[in-house]
């Protein structure tokens, strides 16, 4: 059986570099090296200040850092010298031509796969890490079968199901590991190749062979189902807002039925991420390339109630504010698309805040993680009006306190911790009154709040 002795891995972004550093703690006999085009990441991960921020990982990086796990710009050498070659590029949604807005960008990885099959000289293994549409093995395989110089190439899928915030004790305790690969003897062994690494810390028992389109297809599946919950209890949580019923008692009524389960049914402003409404969509569009438009119709729903749900968080807060937000001030607490990351994909912040920007608010945001370059440049992506009106409209605060005050009305978009324990008789006394609190992730405790003075509107609460 091929003995894994070097792995390079293309990409050191959220997947890429977790994955290897904790690949690199648990197999020292490995050398593991991790390559991008981004200079200036690659020279953060080997600082102390890495590119991103993932509770733990500093940890796990410095104990492989410089012993058997390395971060480089020399693509072509890591190929070279390496036997299992993993794939963590960026497949973000097509924002051009065929597919647009839909099906997943794969220029990446067919650059990526282009130079694996101009670099390599002897056998690879080639993992697909990224989550990529069905059947993107056989684009890569083509690709390196065009150029494949007598090197011999195994294609496997081992899709990531790491979450952020969580990802080394993820990475460190999976549920499962899934490997997909051809139902060859080649495949076989390669799919045992990469068994035996993961088998250095998981349980045999919890890494699952497939082949190869089942593995792909099962990351598309798995996020989807996920989202899916979230979608059904926000969309519960409206009609618990007009009805007088608490989205959270429902949730746990109905998640202590053990094949309904309790986790992923917390009620929220929306969920984000790169991962969820892109995978939807991939899987939408793959359902309409097969010919089967009610599947994704079905599929679609779950991203509409989730812009639904982004866009009516807004306008309560407009409709609560006397149906006008021009030139009034809301304070914005979180703009990472959930707690315990800077990762700011997708968050339901950018639209929220996009929308309060229309009515001609003044919005003032704090995050803990989130730079104020990483905010600018999320909602000058979506075009809605010149950069220039988004620094004067939107104001980054370094300090909770500074952002709230004077404020109308706060909005709660992040469930980051250290929002429970700000002094918020302080801020009541210096904001604007009535002063209003939105809360977008039930977190804080309403009936406190409500003694001290606030008027608070929570997700899928009743009214007072
Ligand atoms: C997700 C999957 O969980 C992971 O397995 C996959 O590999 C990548 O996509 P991630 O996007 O990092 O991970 O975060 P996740 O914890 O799944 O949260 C996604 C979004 O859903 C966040 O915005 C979160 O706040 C929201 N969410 C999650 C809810 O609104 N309610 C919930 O009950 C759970
Ligand atoms: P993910 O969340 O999937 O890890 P990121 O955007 O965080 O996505 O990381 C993907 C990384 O892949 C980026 O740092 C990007 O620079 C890198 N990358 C993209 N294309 C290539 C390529 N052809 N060669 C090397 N690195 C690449």
């Known amino acids: 059986m091929t003995k894994i002795k070097n792995i390079c891995c293309i990409g050191a972004g959220y997947v890429g570099g977790p994955t290897m550093a904790v690949i690199a703690q648990k197999c020292p006999e490995i050398k593991v090296t991790v390559v991008d ?6 020279a953060a991960w080997q600082t102390d200040e890495l590119p991103i921020y993932e509770p733990g990982l500093l940890e796990v990086v410095k104990e492989a850092r410089g012993r058997n796990l390395f971060f480089s710009t020399d693509i072509d050498k ?4 390496s036997e299992m070659i993993f794939m963590s590029v960026n497949t973000p949604t097509k924002t051009y031509g065929v597919g647009k807005g839909r099906a997943a960008d794969l220029k990446f990885i067919e650059l990526s796969a282009r130079k694996i099959a101009e670099i390599s000289k002897s056998d690879k293994i080639v993992v697909e890490k990224s989550t990529l549409p069905v059947r993107t093995a056989q684009s890569i395989k083509a690709i390196l079968g065009e150029q494949s110089n007598g090197v011999k190439y195994q294609v496997l899928s081992n899709p990531e199901f790491l979450a952020e915030g969580t990802a080394v004790t993820d990475l460190h305790n999976p549920d499962r590991v899934l490997i997909g690969g051809d139902q060859t003897p080649e495949g076989l062994e390669a799919i045992e190749a990469l068994t035996s690494v993961y088998a ?6 919890r890494i699952i062979q497939t082949r190869l389109w089942s593995s792909e297809l099962s990351k598309l599946t798995a996020n989807a189902f996920l989202a899916q919950r979230i979608s059904s209890i926000n969309s519960i949580s409206a009609l618990c807002e007009v009805t007088g019923a608490d989205v959270d008692e429902v949730a746990y009524a109905i998640g202590t039925d053990t094949r309904i389960g309790s986790k992923f049914l917390k009620s929220s402003v929306g969920f984000g991420g790169s991962c969820f409404q892109k995978d939807i969509l991939n899987l939408v569009y793959l359902c309409e390339y097969f010919n089967l438009p009610e599947v994704a119709a079905y599929w679609d729903q779950v991203i509409i109630m989730n812009d639904y749900q982004k866009r009516r968080f807004a306008q309560n807060i407009i409709h609560s504010l006397f149906n006008t937000v021009s030139g009034k001030k809301i304070g914005m607490l979180g703009w990472a698309f959930k707690k315990d ?3 700011t994909r997708e968050s339901a912040a950018i639209y929220v805040s996009d929308f309060l920007l229309e009515d001609l608010a003044q919005v003032s945001v704090y995050d803990p993680q989130v730079p104020a370059a990483s905010m600018y440049s999320d909602l000058n992506y979506l075009q809605t009006r010149p950069a220039a009106e988004n620094k004067q409209m939107l104001e980054v605060c370094k300090d909770p306190y500074e952002a709230l005050k ?13 929002f429970k324990t700000l002094d918020w008789e302080r801020i009541y006394r210096d904001m604007q009154k009535p002063a209003f609190i939105f809360d977008g992730r039930n977190l804080l405790d309403h009936e406190n709040l409500r003694k001290i003075g606030f008027k608070v509107k929570a997700i899928g609460k009743g009214e007072e």
């Open 37 to 42: 085009i981004n200079a200036e990441r690659i």
């Open 78 to 81: 890591a190929i070279e010298e």
């Open 200 to 205: 250095h810390w998981v349980p045999r028992e």
């Open 341 to 343: 990351t800077n990762d």
């Open 406 to 418: 004077d404020a109308h009305a706060v909005a709660i978009i992040t469930e980051w911790d250290e």
